[in-house]
């Protein structure tokens, strides 16, 4: 079993920052590759950004890149994603998540494991 707590949410003007956490326990962290996704309200889970075991590698979606980073702690069994140039559209409920099989996934249905979500809101 793998528990996973998300902080760092809150509410923030377009063109700001925010970096959330998502510490981890139980399980070896480094052995999980880690996923970040969103749900607006009234929208489905959408993904945001994966990252490898290692943190060698990361995927974004389309409408994040350049201005979204994941990064990996394993020491510290934590992962991270450093939000940018936040525009209303990110806001969104946020959540980690992990996944044992894969070394990062775009789809939801390939993590085993999830956090409860932490809220960002960017006003306009």
């Known amino acids: 079993q793998v528990q996973l707590v998300e902080s760092g949410g809150g509410l923030v003007q377009a063109g700001g920052s925010l970096r959330l956490s998502c510490a981890a326990s139980?399980?070896?962290?480094?052995?999980?590759?880690m996923g970040w996704f969103r749900q607006a309200r009234g929208k489905e889970r959408e993904f945001v950004a994966a990252i490898s075991r290692s943190g060698s590698s990361t995927y974004y979606a389309d409408s994040v890149k350049g201005r979204f980073t994941a990064s990996r702690d394993n020491a510290k069994s934590t992962v991270y994603l450093q939000m940018n140039s936040l525009k209303p559209e990110d806001t969104a409920v946020y959540y980690c998540?992990?996944?044992?099989?894969?070394?990062?996934?775009?789809?939801?249905?390939?993590?085993?494991?999830w956090g409860q979500g932490t809220q960002v809101t960017v006003s306009s």
């Open positions: 139980g399980r070896t962290f480094s052995s999980y590759a």
């Open positions: 998540a992990a996944s044992v099989r894969t070394s990062g996934s775009y789809y939801s249905s390939d993590y085993d494991y």
